[in-house]
């Protein structure tokens, strides 16, 4: 399997593995991405945010949208799942981690609001020294 590159493909091939596996399970999910929706899937009664990780997620912040975090305080049906080792491109060894309920509710506790400004810095900027 070639090893996926760029972040919109790792993200995209976490999306197709998460609605997967949520269809296996019964559920009738959907990729709500550009839609306005709090989360990335919609797979009733689960609404899910989909943070995907070329490798390990291990130690790192999660990082979420004010949407999503007043999204999971209102919703108890709100659910994030982590999708780890995605850049190897092999969905068998794709690792998932769902984070919901009170372990959500717990980590959450511990958010802390920042503000950020991303700049793009284009490559044949990057390049031109």
Request: avoid cysteine.
């Amino acid at each position: 399997m070639p090893e996926i590159v760029s972040n919109r493909a790792v993200e995209q091939a976490a999306i197709e593995y998460v609605i997967a596996r949520e269809r296996e399970e019964g559920r009738l999910a959907r990729d709500t991405r550009g839609t306005g929706a709090a989360a990335d899937i919609d797979s009733p009664p689960r609404t899910i945010e989909v943070k995907a990780y070329g490798r390990s997620a291990r130690g790192a912040d999660l990082w979420l949208e004010v949407r999503q975090i007043e999204e999971a305080r209102r919703n108890p049906d709100f659910y994030v799942y982590v999708v780890e080792n995605v850049r190897q491109g092999s969905p068998e060894l794709f690792t998932l981690k769902v984070l919901g309920g009170q372990r959500l509710a717990r980590l959450i506790q511990r958010a802390k609001e920042q503000r950020y400004y991303t700049v793009p810095w284009p490559v044949t900027d990057y390049d031109a020294g």
